[in-house]
Nanobody, 122 residues
Framework: QVQLVESGGGLVQAGDSLRLSCVASGRTFSRFRMGWFRQAPGKEREFVAAVSWTGPTYYASSVKGRFTISRDNAKNTAYLQMNSLKPEDTAVYYC????????????????WGQGTQVTVSS
């Protein structure tokens, strides 16, 4: 089993930056692909970014060039650096892990964190 704890969300103004963290723990090898998803009120959960254990990264077109995903395997931690934030980035952000599967599909992820709220004012 894997436990995920997210942190770093908050209320910021458009153009500001935030850095989200996701710490994984549990009796696991922790050699997982880690992903970030977000869900706004009344909308479905959508893919934001993912990073594989071996290094490759993936981004949704809406955040590419503004967000950067990274991981520190020694700390079992994933990060999402969010720059040039826009009001449309407002959502609850979730960290998730998968052993194998499609990187952009929520159904392919096995474990999820509790989420952290990101609110961007105009």
């Amino acid at each position: 089993q894997v436990q995920l704890v997210e942190s770093g969300g908050g209320l910021v103004q458009a153009g500001d930056s935030l850095r989200l963290s996701c710490v994984a723990s549990g009796r696991t090898f922790s050699r997982f692909r880690m992903g970030w998803f977000r869900q706004a009120p009344g909308k479905e959960r959508e893919f934001v970014a993912a990073v594989s254990w071996t290094g490759p990264t993936y981004y949704a077109s809406s955040v590419k060039g503004r967000f950067t995903i990274s991981r520190d395997n020694a700390k079992n931690t994933a990060y999402l650096q969010m720059n040039s934030l826009k009001p449309e980035d407002t959502a609850v952000y979730y960290c998730a892990t998968q052993d194998a599967g499609t990187y952009y599909s929520p159904s392919a992820y096995n474990y999820w964190g509790q989420g952290t709220q990101v609110t961007v004012s105009s």
